[in-house]
Nanobody, 120 residues
């Protein structure tokens, strides 16, 4: 199972960016997919997560600004980030909780991080 993230980069405060993450491999079932972030000197934190049934959960700091969505056909999760702030600067990591075809049990998988920089 692999997670391939794309998007990210640099944006001015108040601007928007979109992250995408595609899951591939022997996936029997997707439970959740989402995004975490880690700023310099801080612990990794949840940004947003979505169940494959469509239930969304957001960190308080991004509610009303970020929107997570999923594409069932492409096993992809997207994070639309609007009205961005300097404190959104971090490395963003895609996460998926899957039942992989060869394990029969749920496990967490991580994509490579993508840097998001918001300049003030």
């Amino acid at each position: 199972v692999q997670l391939q993230a794309s998007g990210g980069g640099m944006v001015q405060a108040g601007g928007s960016l979109r992250l995408s993450c595609a899951a591939s491999g022997m996936i029997f079932r997707i439970n959740t997919m989402g995004w975490y972030r880690q700023a310099p000197g801080k612990q990794r934190e949840l940004v947003a997560v979505i169940t494959w049934g469509g239930n969304e959960n957001y960190a308080d700091s991004v509610k009303g600004r970020f929107t997570i969505s999923r594409d069932l056909a492409r096993n992809t999760v997207n994070l639309q980030m609007n009205r961005m702030k300097s404190e959104d600067t971090a490395v963003y990591y895609c996460n998926g909780n899957f039942v992989a075809g060869f394990t029969g049990s749920s496990s967490d998988y991580w994509g490579q991080g993508t840097l998001v920089t918001v300049s003030s």
